[in-house]
């Protein structure tokens, strides 16, 4: 390929990292049992856009150019911290099991306007600044020298990250409603799953504060 060393291992990696649960597969994973496939697909979707944003940004060196100016950083990382510690919250505070939730196994699942469920997704994978962190450290070991400039290595780079994550996004999307609906997983568990979400995400975003204050 043009510009581009290695491919084998950059692959492998990717597919590596890809798998590695974070809090883009745990929002697709909660999603998909909570409120079942459609809204699964849904929450991939708003991951999968997410992803595209960051590879098209990546691909232009606009990554780069974030990352080099410390106050567009700072407020990239004060805001996805923030999103984070938003989005725990909303899955811990939202309305008891007795209010959303119906016994019949058709309405069984948690019901969330799919234009949010979308939108949670997107900003879960958009304000992720380990996403961009991992763009500017990545990828140019896969570029060879004398093409950083050039933006078609990247461009190639960063189309097979975003697939890679595209297909895995659905897959989860897909597999894991097939389990709920397969094995009848219950509401109670679907809200539990939400509760426990919530808590993974307010952890998602000390952690990023503390990786932010202390290193």
Same mark, same amino acid.
């Given at each position: 390929?043009?510009?581009?060393?290695?491919?084998?291992?950059?692959?492998?990696?990717?597919?590596?990292?890809?798998?590695?649960?974070?809090?883009?597969?745990?929002?697709?994973?909660?999603?998909?049992?909570?409120?079942?496939?459609?809204?699964?697909?849904?929450?991939?979707?708003?991951? $999968?856009?997410?992803?595209?944003?960051?590879?098209?940004?990546?691909?232009?060196?606009?990554?780069?150019?974030?990352?080099?100016?410390?106050?567009? *950083?700072?407020?990239?990382?004060?805001?996805?911290?923030?999103?984070?510690?938003?989005?725990?919250?909303?899955?811990?505070?939202?309305?008891?099991?007795?209010?959303?939730?119906?016994?019949? +196994?058709?309405?069984?699942?948690?019901?969330?306007? #799919?234009?949010? $469920?979308?939108?949670?997704?997107?900003?879960? #994978?958009?304000? #992720?600044?380990?996403?961009?962190?991992? @763009?500017?450290? *990545?990828?140019?070991?896969?570029? +060879?020298?004398?093409? #950083? *400039?050039?933006?078609?290595?990247?461009?190639?780079?960063?189309? !097979?990250? =975003?697939?890679?994550?595209?297909? =895995?996004?659905?897959?989860?999307? @897909?597999?894991?409603?097939?389990?709920?609906?397969?094995? *009848?997983?219950?509401?109670?568990?679907?809200?539990?799953?939400?509760?426990?979400?919530?808590? !993974?995400?307010?952890?998602?975003?000390? +952690?990023?504060?503390?990786?932010?204050?202390?290193?």
């Amino acid at each position: 390929m043009p510009g581009i060393i290695h491919f084998p291992t950059f692959l492998f990696t990717v597919i590596l990292l890809t798998v590695y649960p974070g809090q883009d597969s745990i929002y697709i994973i909660s999603r998909s049992i909570a409120s079942g496939r459609k809204a699964g697909v849904y929450a991939a979707l708003g991951v $999968i856009s997410g992803g595209f944003i960051h590879a098209s940004f990546a691909a232009a060196g606009l990554s780069l150019f974030i990352a080099s100016h410390q106050s567009m *950083f700072l407020l990239l990382r004060t805001a996805g911290a923030g999103y984070l510690f938003y989005l725990g919250f909303t899955f811990l505070l939202s309305k008891k099991k007795s209010e959303r939730i119906k016994g019949e +196994q058709e309405d069984r699942f948690i019901q969330e306007p #799919n234009s949010k $469920i979308y939108r949670q997704g997107l900003l879960t #994978n958009l304000l #992720n600044v380990k996403v961009i962190i991992f @763009f500017i450290s *990545f990828l140019p070991q896969f570029v +060879q020298t004398g093409q #950083n *400039f050039e933006m078609l290595p990247f461009l190639i780079l960063s189309s !097979v990250f =975003w697939l890679t994550g595209t297909v =895995w996004c659905l897959s989860i999307a @897909f597999f894991t409603s097939f389990l709920s609906e397969k094995f *009848f997983i219950s509401s109670v568990y679907g809200f539990i799953l939400e509760k426990m979400t919530g808590v !993974v995400f307010i952890g998602f975003g000390i +952690q990023l504060v503390y990786e932010f204050v202390f290193k």
